[in-house]
């Protein structure tokens, strides 16, 4: 394998959200190095990593010790140009959804330009609505329908190994081109600031009460990431709602024409 392709699975990061068993976060870290992979990073987990944790780790100590715990999930997303949420169960807004390959497939390709994240939720209820809206695309491993209970662990297995299969197969084709190429795609926190500004700014023209806009949010949400705007056009996006909620006057063009007309600043002449 070439340094460049050994590279893609460093910009992969697993993110566990409000683990609440700490030896789920070791064998989490075990399903990772057993594939190659690298990055772990833990949300609020209701136990700190222990004992426990190592001894299911099994040997991927060094994870563990290099694993970043965030207080939130924004935070363990800085970065990230893609971000996959796996999801149990349909939601009532349709979400992109994709099945294991497809998603080893995007993380792999769009990991060739930057970070991307795979992210997992608690054991019991996986992830909030709110933390799959922070999502591309969310990914759905195909279990028995009528026992489909996986631990996060074994779910973090199944993906893992998906990952390593496809990266294997690309160390031996050529590469393949990115879905979204672009090197200066928004990363997670700048959208997340875009969703914010829109939220604050649709409630002061009026457009949506704050108390009854939640799906309206989530649609736009589902927007933008489908978009998937670079920063010029996500600079354009906030410059128009910095001028929707007044911080701009159409008064500055008129002074910018005027003063391009007359440079020296002198009266216009009279025509008479």
């Known amino acids: 394998m070439s340094t460049e392709s050994s590279d893609l699975l460093a910009r992969i990061r697993l ?51 290099r694993a ?5 999930l924004p935070s363990a997303l800085a970065g990230c140009r893609l971000v996959i949420g796996a999801s149990a169960r349909l939601r009532s807004i349709e979400w992109p959804l994709l099945e294991p390959p497809a998603c080893a497939q995007y993380l792999l390709e769009e990991a060739r330009e930057g970070d991307v994240a795979l ?23 195909p279990t028995n329908p009528d026992y489909s209970s996986l631990n996060v ?10 990952i ?25 926190e700048e959208l997340e600031g875009l969703h914010t500004h829109l939220a604050e700014t ?27 705007p670079d920063r010029v056009e996500l600079n354009i996006l906030r410059g128009i709602l910095n001028a929707a909620q007044g911080r701009k006057s159409p008064e500055r063009f008129a002074r910018r024409h005027a003063t391009q007309s007359n440079p020296e600043g002198s009266p216009p002449c009279s025509s008479d």
């Not at 662990?153 to 998906?162: C, D, I, K, M, S």
């Not at 990266?167 to 928004?186: C, F, H, I, K, V």
Request: charged share 25%; glycine share 6%.
């Open 15 to 65: 993110v566990l959200v409000e683990t609440s068993h700490p030896g789920n976060i070791g064998a989490a870290a075990r399903a990772l190095k057993t594939m190659g992979l690298s990055r772990l990073e833990l949300v609020a987990p209701r136990q700190p990593p222990d004992a426990e944790t190592l001894a299911r780790a099994a040997g991927a100590d060094d994870l563990i010790a």
């Open 68 to 72: 970043g715990i965030h207080p939130d």
């Open 119 to 141: 992210v997992l939720g608690r054991e019991r209820s996986g992830l909030t609505n709110a933390e799959l809206a922070r999502c591309h695309y969310l990914v759905h491993i």
């Open 153 to 162: 662990a074994a779910a973090a297995q199944v993906l893992a190994y998906e």
């Open 164 to 188: 390593r299969r496809h990266w294997r197969e690309q160390g031996n084709a050529p590469a393949l081109a990115s879905r979204d190429a672009r090197e200066d795609l928004a990363t997670a």
């Open 202 to 228: 649709l409630e002061i023209i009026g457009f949506s009460d704050p108390e009854q806009s939640r799906k309206l949010l989530m649609r736009l949400r589902r927007l933008f990431n489908r978009a998937r």
